[in-house]
């Protein structure tokens, strides 16, 4: 039971760089572009696969260059693309995204065919052999709660990369096996403000009153790892020169699941998730 099922967002990325990000309207003369494939859920299972796994992907794209585009970077990932609906009368997801001369990046998202995923008529051979199912928050919540269910009732875990914030309704906290979120959407969710290690370990403590396992991301100062019933357990950020922090937290989740279905431990698979997060920052995002 070693395959892992990511279904979420494909997005057609386009990558920015310059100096600043604009304040309200002002023009910003940018020093690069390119243009990426993207999409939480898409980053996720790429790097799944790339870390080793034998990844199928749930989800949409529209009938459009774009959605080409983006099913030919699964494919070219060894992604399973069996379960991507091709939709004819909506245009795939994109973003735009800046990122700035301190490696920072600001987004906006328009999710198109992400948001029209029909996940009723997935076949029994999609959920064979598989380990976990791999949700974000950029697709409907009625989406990730028939997923988690189904899963749920095939005996397969169900982790949650809780991105962006918002609340999880208790049908689908249920069903949640293992609960990831970074400093602001742990504040959203426990009302502990993030700044440091101890606060992360605070955070995940409080969440795990709630879900059997819980990380919470902190940034450049580490993560906190926190199973039911077992103490706390923190990580520390391994230094590196920040190029750019975009698509960090999904290498995480990726790598992160790839090592959970190989057999490793939850700190084990949050160490070897750290390490390739650090590796991540330090590689520019745009070409």
């Known amino acids: 039971m070693n395959k892992i099922i990511v279904a979420g967002s494909l997005h057609y990325d386009i990558m920015l760089a310059a100096h600043h990000r604009p304040e309200k309207g002002e023009t910003v003369i940018g020093s690069g572009c390119s243009y990426k494939f993207g999409?939480?859920?898409?980053?996720?299972?790429?790097?799944?696969?790339?870390?080793?796994?034998a990844v199928s992907f749930i989800g949409a794209v529209g009938a459009d260059a774009q959605g080409e585009f983006l099913l030919a970077a699964l494919r070219d990932a060894?992604?399973?693309?069996?379960?991507?609906?091709?939709?004819?009368?909506?245009?795939?997801?994109?973003?735009?995204?800046i990122s700035d001369a301190e490696g920072d990046y600001g987004a906006v998202v328009v999710s198109n065919a992400n948001l029209h995923i029909d996940v009723t008529t997935l076949p029994d051979s999609l959920w064979q052999g598989a380990g976990l199912l791999v949700l974000q928050n950029e697709v409907p919540a009625s989406v990730n709660l028939q997923l988690a269910q189904q899963a749920r009732?095939?005996?397969?875990?169900?982790?949650?990369?809780?991105?962006?914030?918002?609340?999880?309704?208790?049908?689908?906290?249920?069903?949640?096996?293992?609960?990831?979120?970074?400093?602001?959407?742990?504040?959203?969710?426990?009302?502990?403000?993030?700044?440091?290690?101890?606060?992360?370990?605070?955070?995940?403590?409080?969440?795990?009153?709630?879900?059997?396992?819980?990380?919470?991301?902190?940034?450049?100062?580490?993560?906190?790892?926190?199973?039911?019933?077992?103490?706390v357990q923190s990580l520390p950020a391994i230094p590196v020169k920040l190029i750019s922090t975009h698509g960090a937290g999904d290498c995480f989740v990726g790598v992160?699941?790839?090592?959970?279905?190989?057999?490793?431990?939850?700190?084990?698979?949050?160490?070897?998730?750290?390490?390739?997060?650090?590796e991540h920052v330090s590689r520019p995002a745009i070409a």
Not at 82 to 94: K, Q, R, T, Y
Not at 200 to 225: N, P, S, W, Y
Not at 256 to 278: D, I, T, Y
Request: hydrophobic share 50%.
């Open 153 to 231: 009732q095939k005996g397969i875990a169900v982790c949650i990369n809780a991105a962006p914030a918002r609340e999880i309704e208790g049908a689908l906290a249920a069903c949640i096996d293992l609960l990831i979120v970074n400093a602001v959407e742990a504040r959203d969710m426990c009302q502990i403000e993030v700044t440091d290690l101890a606060s992360a370990e605070r955070a995940a403590q409080k969440l795990a009153e709630d879900f059997a396992q819980v990380i919470v991301t902190a940034g450049e100062h580490g993560l906190a790892v926190c199973q039911s019933g077992e103490p």
């Open 39 to 53: 999409g939480k859920g898409g980053n996720q299972a790429v790097a799944a696969a790339r870390a080793g796994g």
């Open 78 to 97: 060894s992604v399973n693309t069996d379960a991507v609906a091709i939709l004819p009368d909506m245009p795939s997801g994109m973003s735009v995204a």
């Open 256 to 278: 992160l699941s790839q090592a959970l279905v190989s057999g490793s431990s939850l700190p084990e698979a949050a160490e070897k998730a750290n390490q390739a997060a650090a």
